[in-house]
C-alpha cells in the first residue's frame, strides 16, 4: 500500500523551489486587486468550514484555496497538515484526487498556448527534489 504524501518533507527547500518556471499570464497578481473584505470573509468562512470538522467524512485537517480572476485575487488557509503545523494561504501541498484533474487540464492549456513541451523534462518547470529525475510526460499518438 502506498504511503500518502507527507508535505512537511518539502519544509527544507527554499520556496522559490517549488513555483514553477512559467511565463506570467494575463491573471498574474501584479494586474488584479485584493478582493472586497467583506466578500474574502465569505470566501474564508468556507475554508474554515472546510477544516473545522477533520473526522467527518467530508472534513478535512486543513484546507488552502486560492481565486484569481482578470480583476481580482484572493487566497486563504485555515487548519492544520501532518504535523500540526498551521496552514497559510502560501502553503505548498500535493496535487492528489480530484485536483489531478484539474492540474491535468491546466498543463494542457499551457501546452495548446505553447508555454510547456511536454517532451520536456517537468524540471524544466518545477524545481523540486520529486523532479530531478529528468521525467517527462509524454503522450504517443
Known sequence: MAQPYDASVDRDLPDRA???RLPRCRHSRSRTAPLDPEKAKVLQAVVDLAAASPDVPTGSRGA????VTDRWTWSGAAGT????????????MAAASITKTFVAAEVMLLVKAGKVDLDKPISTYVQHKLTANNATVSICR
Open 18 to 20: 517549488l513555483r514553477p
Open 64 to 67: 488552502t484555496a486560492a481565486v
Open 81 to 92: 497538515d501532518v504535523k500540526g503545523t498551521a496552514l497559510r494561504p502560501d502553503t505548498s
